[in-house]
DNA sequence: CAGTGGTCTAGACCACTGG
DNA sequence: CAGTGGTCTAGACCACTGC
């Protein structure tokens, strides 16, 4: 009977991409299941572990991607040579990549493959951003004109740190800038990054990228954003914010603070974005 | 040949819920598949109309659940019941109850069986609110207090009116009402609601009812809301918002605008609320 | 214990893409 | 045309629930 439990411990420890699979590869056409880890092994927490096949794949098709086996847009293996590769069925691993696609890890093409989801295939559109002109059309505007003002180490405050799970003092980059729409100053963002993994990110090459900033991050840093959470406020600007948004103190404005995660849910980048709302909305699905 | 095309045309003709199957009911074992409507039907716009099995299954229990087959939080017909009314294997009617469920239409729950989704279950939740204390737990400030202000009929506004797909001047139900938690007032909503589906809707029982006011919807007037869309802005409260919600002109709010759907797109309800954000935030996760 | 949803397999055929 | 993902089926067994 074929056991298909996979050692959850070895991180990493690339090659032997394989199973441990213990037996005849042959159709048996039994079940291959009975995924009891360990039956008694010592007084483990109550935790029955039990965690279906093509959830493993999952993780272990997540690693490779993690691991960088696969680069943003490019095309992975065919379902058949994963199932091949895994040594489960085509339905398994079918499974396994359809919960990556509606993570939006993965984008299945139909005839053409499955591809590593990138921040830069749609064009002009950041994914991210939520904020939407008031006649409903965000390609009406044409692309946002950027405008980064600053980009300096500092030391990381405790609310940065806490968001981005280091400790507080740590070497940080700081961003600013100014997105406009149709010449109108509409988003003055602030961002904070870790500063090793971005190590030689400067204005200037921000400047000279074309396209969303994390396009940027995933070919320059190898550093891939793949959810973000938003805490929503109403606030009053300051001077100096009235001044890069060219407006005045009795505006209100939204305050978006962001957090964004790679994989493993890692915290990679904390944002906080100023909102003029006069022309343009938040827009926010339900479901 | 089984061919598992189904009138489209058909619309609410109640009874008649079984397929027009036209051929033997056995284990054929063949394809079930080629769903070519038509052939060379005039000259039809150049739409295939290729739809899987599945998707024809899903718009009829879509369908059964509009008519009021099952009601909000009954079980419906187990999976094997259900292929063997629309004839078709119980994987199929899987993946059509797997797209109902990620939509939060019907809810799985193993061992029991599935169920209509309701606004009641998830008790002291309301499912489309995002407003979080700032300490992130929405159950430490215990349920809402809710103070219904007014319930009145009026004619609809044009903004109205086109929110809610009727014509300017109908008549509508406008309901005011406050939301407090942990004693102070926090939210501030108006609702605009088509007279006719809502009609006996008032202030007194508004009050009475001990639940979201969706579920009441649902409970009282058949009215499920299925999904919905918010415009989130920054801006100022005039005198009376200040008064209702305590505040003073100076301190800016967050203006939610919702409309609300039931099944087809039909929008049922407009609502706008004013969020006080300086004890709570707007929460929202980006995939 | 029976009934429900959940997992897994194997195999067939379809729709779409690109050479 | 071959290769990819997409649909469909049939059958087996597992995990969970409640009587």
Known sequence: MIQHVFETDSKLTSGALFMSATSTPSNDHAAAQG????GS??????TPAFSPLYQQIKVLILQSLQAGEWKPSAAIPSEIELAARFRVSQ??????????????????RQGKGTFVATHAERQIQYRFLKL???NGDPSSEGPAQRHIIDCKRTRASVEVARALAIRAGDAVLQVRRVLSFTGNPTIL?????????????????????NGPMYALFETEFDVRMVRAEEKIRAVLPDPEQCELLKTDPQTPLLSV???????????MEMRRGLYLTNKHYYRNALN
Do not use: C, H, M
């Open 41 to 46: 092994v010592a007084a483990a927490p109550q």
């Open 257 to 267: 603070e962001r957090i964004a995660y790679t994989y493993n849910d890692a915290p």
């Open 189 to 209: 963002e602030d961002l904070w990054l870790p500063a090793a993994p971005f190590k030689g990110l400067t204005a200037e090459r921000l400047r000279d990228y």
């Open 35 to 38: 995924t009891e880890l360990g």
């Open 91 to 108: 339905g398994t691993v079918r499974k396994a990549i359809d919960e990556l696609a509606s993570e939006n890890l993965l984008v299945r």
């Open 132 to 134: 939407i002109p008031d």
